[in-house]
């Protein structure tokens, strides 16, 4: 641990300072849309179905440039192994596809049009997994030999040589899922980045690389607070460490399209799904969750089947850059420079609703804890407390009328160099309503300020016209509730974008308030109870930390229901569950009819609700699920809530 804050390479400061990213997916799903690597292990789709005919990256990254990013990412080849380059290492690659008859490079053409644009361009390739070469996280050939594992290293270090040495510089190197340590029989990842790509940020690199960032650790846009850059590299936490030893910013990403709905998470293209992108105030929200809290934000950008942005998404890429760019030009009241108290000045806006603040973070993340008063002309009053600002901290309140606001440094390491203390009048955001459903199937929605809520039980879209929320009520049967804010009041018409309807969802079973959970695996002690799996408390069941996987646990409904599929709501992080079987019964002693099985897909990043239906309904009264392999590759399995669907 250092005494004095740690600094930010010149690369780090200018990847912080370009603040917004794009990163783009192209793979074979897109063209077999029943395609999943993890459910089809062994399986790869042909190269001969890949024929974007309509390809323009240049309409790619025109719409980046739109949207205010300053750089974006390629992911040349994904977790099916096909590379969008003619790479030499194996023929899985649009060398084989029909597309320009074999003699298309997407990352050349990639790499050309973000020259054009002035987009900073970056490259995606994973080696943790490869499903061409059977390889799984973290990056071993699954049931192969040392010598199998060798070869597959060699493979990992010639692409991303062609990678990092047929293209020019980089500006950043993305890694998903990191990247297996050499001393565990990983690729010299490290050694080879210094030597091509020296200057290159690197997400999720071996520790090694230099100019590395970090996952804000979950794929939802937004870091928690506080987020420090500087981290405590043997002990990596989301928050960060400003005492720690490394300089390791945080990178949010979010798909662009809802991570629930629309296909494996969002992040590629499937046709129909044009109602789950993401409107532009989810990413705005996001911004300031991200960008706002010392990160940058990473916007995934789907490519359709012909090889272009679909339209919806574009304007979305478009609204979204046009309402960041207006409130940065709002007319604002500033200061900045060295010391411990600033006061500000309100000359421009007769009210306001946010402040600004960016320190000189080259110099390291010296101020840690800060308060932020409010003179009205007779007081002052504090109007928040927050801690860690370094690139840039956005911090919003509800609009007020004030002659002088007034920034307190309450603690720091070192003397605070403050670059910039701003404060102008911004129209809200439009809030998503919260949904939350009891045990008994009671529904409650939390109704934003000066707004209203409509919803729909069936899974539509709701509109203006669907049924009004008024109060909790009762669902006793399984559904998928949707709901939208309707704003009434209080939105500036100079930000149309913003009066964008946000919509919450939650999917939920049949109600299980007499169902029993007769065992379950490996209890340990009384908070992580085998009951915990049908209850909506703080608690989740989690297995024991010394037995091996599968972990399963049975469950009696008390009467006989049509099975259709269930929905598991993840809990503590390293329990995920990757893969599953859910079995069905008459009996406690003969639940033993599979009713399905298959993976949660990127639950690591997307921990949130896995709704799973099965190909037709089983008559049961008794159901085992079993947990096989863990997200993390460890022994554990978690469970927040399970329930049922039913017909």
């Not at 062609?162 to 050694?191: H, Q, R």
């Not at 006061?343 to 010296?366: C, H, M, P």
């Not at 009467?559 to 709501?569: C, H």
Request: with cysteine; hydrophobic share 35%.
């Amino acid at each position: 641990m250092s005494n004095k804050p740690v600094l930010p390479s010149k690369e780090q400061t200018e990847w912080l300072r370009s603040e917004v990213g794009v990163i783009i997916h192209l793979d074979l799903q897109v063209f077999e849309n029943t395609y999943n690597f993890r459910d089809q292990w062994g399986y790869t789709p042909s190269p001969q179905i890949f024929q974007p005919t309509e390809l323009d990256t240049d309409q790619w990254i025109s719409t980046a440039a739109e949207a205010g990013a300053k750089y974006a990412i390629l992911v040349a080849k994904h977790c099916s192994g096909f590379s969008l380059w003619p790479t030499r290492a194996h023929s899985y690659s649009v060398a084989s596809s029909p597309w320009r008859d074999g003699k298309g490079d997407i990352v050349a053409d990639f790499i050309a049009s973000c020259r054009k644009y002035g987009v900073k361009p970056g490259i995606y390739c994973s080696a943790s997994a490869n499903a061409y070469l059977h390889v799984d996280n973290p990056g071993v050939v699954v049931g192969g030999t040392p010598e199998d594992n060798r070869k597959y290293n060699e493979i990992v270090i010639q692409q991303l040589t062609e990678l990092w040495s047929n293209y020019g510089p980089l500006f950043e190197l993305w890694f998903d899922g990191g990247v297996l340590p050499v001393e565990k029989g990983g690729p010299p990842v490290a050694e080879l980045k210094k030597k091509l790509q020296p200057d290159a940020i690197v997400f999720e690199g071996p520790r090694g690389c230099p100019n590395r960032i970090r996952h804000s650790g979950a794929e939802d846009g937004s870091a928690v607070l506080p987020a420090w850059g500087a981290v405590d590299s043997a002990h990596l936490t989301r928050e960060g460490n400003p005492d720690g030893d490394e300089y390791m910013p945080i990178e949010c990403d979010l798909a662009n399209r809802n991570s629930v709905r629309a296909f494996q998470g969002g992040w590629f293209w499937h046709e129909g799904q044009d109602d789950a992108v993401h409107p532009v105030s989810k990413l705005v929200d996001c911004y300031y969750k991200s960008v706002g809290r010392n990160s940058n934000f990473l916007i995934g950008m789907v490519i359709d089947n012909r090889g272009l942005v679909p339209e919806v998404d574009r304007g979305v890429f478009r609204g979204f850059g046009n309402v960041i760019r207006r409130i940065q030009e709002l007319p604002r009241d500033t200061v900045s420079g060295r010391g411990t108290l600033f006061e500000l000045k309100i000359t421009q806006n007769k009210e306001v609703s946010e402040v600004l603040l960016r320190e000189d973070f080259a110099q390291g993340e010296r101020i840690r804890k800060y308060r932020i008063d409010a003179f009205d002309g007779q007081s002052w009053e504090t109007v928040l407390e927050s801690e860690g600002i370094g690139h840039k901290r956005l911090l919003n309140f509800p609009r007020r009328r004030a002659e002088k606001l007034r920034l307190v440094i309450l603690s720091s390491e070192g003397t605070p160099l403050l670059e910039e203390f701003s404060a102008y009048l911004r129209s809200p955001i439009v809030e998503a309503p919260g949904i939350v459903r009891d045990k008994e199937g009671l529904i409650t929605i939390t109704v934003p300020e000066e707004s209203e809520v409509r919803y729909t039980l069936d899974g539509s879209l709701p509109t203006e016209e669907s049924m009004l929320y008024t109060g909790p009520f009762r669902v006793e049967g399984p559904g998928f509730l949707r709901a939208v804010t309707i704003p009434l009041s209080g939105f500036d018409p100079a930000f149309p974008e913003l009066r964008t309807n946000p919509i919450a969802e939650l999917h939920f079973g049949v109600v299980d308030t007499d169902w029993e959970v007769l065992s379950a695996d490996s209890e340990y002690d009384e908070q992580n109870r085998k009951e915990n799996i049908l209850l909506n408390n703080q608690y989740p069941w989690i297995s024991g930390k010394t037995a091996e996987l599968p972990h399963e646990f049975l469950v009696d409904m008390k009467r006989d229901y049509e099975v259709r599929g269930f929905i598991y709501t993840p809990a503590w992080t390293p329990g995920h569950i990757l893969k599953y079987e859910f079995y069905v019964g008459d009996s406690p002693d003969n639940v033993n009819t599979l009713a399905g099985r298959g993976s949660f897909g990127d639950i690591l990043n997307m921990p949130v609700q896995q709704v799973v239906r099965f190909e037709k309904s089983f008559r049961a009264r008794y159901y085992r699920f079993r947990a096989t392999a863990n997200a993390s590759g460890r022994r554990y399995a978690s469970v927040f809530r399970m329930e049922i669907i039913t017909d």
